[in-house]
C-alpha cells in the first residue's frame, strides 16, 4: 500500500549508512503536490494515504469542504486544501490521492481530516535552520503564518504549511 511505504521512509531505519548524514535536528516532512506546486507537511501528523474514491457532497457546505469519503466504515471530511490556502482548487488525475491527516481533541477520540493531494511524492527530512522566511506582504491581506519557510530541494522551492494554524478556526488541534 501506498500509506505504507512513503510512511515507512519516515521512520529511522538505525542499520541504513546514510542515517549518519541526517542531523539530529531533521524532522521528517511528507511532500506532495497542490496546484502545480510541491508543499509539505510534518510526517507526524499524517494518518494515511489512500486512493481516490468518490466523494459525498454535502449540501450548504462550506467552499472548500468537499464532502466525506468511507475508510473503513467511518466518515472522513475531504477538504481543498488549495482552496482553503487560496491557491486555486484541487484537480483529480491519475496520480491523485487522499491524504489523512489527525486531530488531536483534549475530551475526545482523535478526528480525520482529509485532502486531495494531485500527487506524493516521497518523505524527506529537513531542517528547520535551512527553512528560507516566506515573504511578508501587509497590505495584500495574504496569511504568511500558515507558512513555516520555504526550503529549496534539488532546484525545486518547496512550502512547508503548518496546517495546525491552516486550520485553526477548526474547533480541534492538529497533531
Do not use: W
Not at 466504515?73 to 487560496?86: E, K, N, Q
Not at 489523512?100 to 494531485?118: K, M, N, S, W, Y
Not at 535552520?129 to 503564518?145: L, M, Q
Amino acid at each position: 500500500m501506498l500509506a505504507d511505504s512513503v510512511l515507512e521512509a519516515a521512520a529511522p531505519n538505525p542499520g541504513a549508512a546514510t542515517d549518519a548524514d541526517i542531523p539530529d535536528d531533521a524532522a521528517a516532512y511528507l511532500t506532495f503536490d497542490l496546484d502545480g506546486q510541491i508543499f509539505a507537511v510534518a510526517v507526524q501528523c499524517v494518518r494515511e494515504i489512500l486512493d481516490t474514491q468518490p466523494i459525498t457532497r454535502l449540501p450548504n457546505s462550506a467552499h472548500d469542504f468537499l464532502g466525506v469519503i468511507d475508510v473503513r466504515g467511518a466518515s472522513v471530511p475531504i477538504v481543498d486544501l488549495t482552496a482553503h490556502l487560496g491557491i486555486g482548487s484541487a484537480t483529480e488525475g491519475q496520480d491523485t490521492r487522499v491524504i489523512v491527516f489527525e486531530f488531536e481533541r483534549p475530551d475526545a477520540d482523535p478526528r480525520p481530516l482529509g485532502i486531495l493531494a494531485e500527487r506524493v511524492r516521497d518523505v524527506c527530512r529537513l531542517r528547520l535552520e535551512d527553512f528560507e522566511k516566506a515573504p511578508e506582504i501587509s497590505d495584500g491581506g495574504i496569511r504568511n503564518d500558515l507558512v513555516l519557510g520555504l526550503y529549496r530541494l534539488d532546484g525545486a522551492l518547496i512550502v512547508v504549511v503548518d496546517l495546525a494554524r491552516a486550520f485553526a478556526d477548526a474547533p480541534v488541534e492538529l497533531c
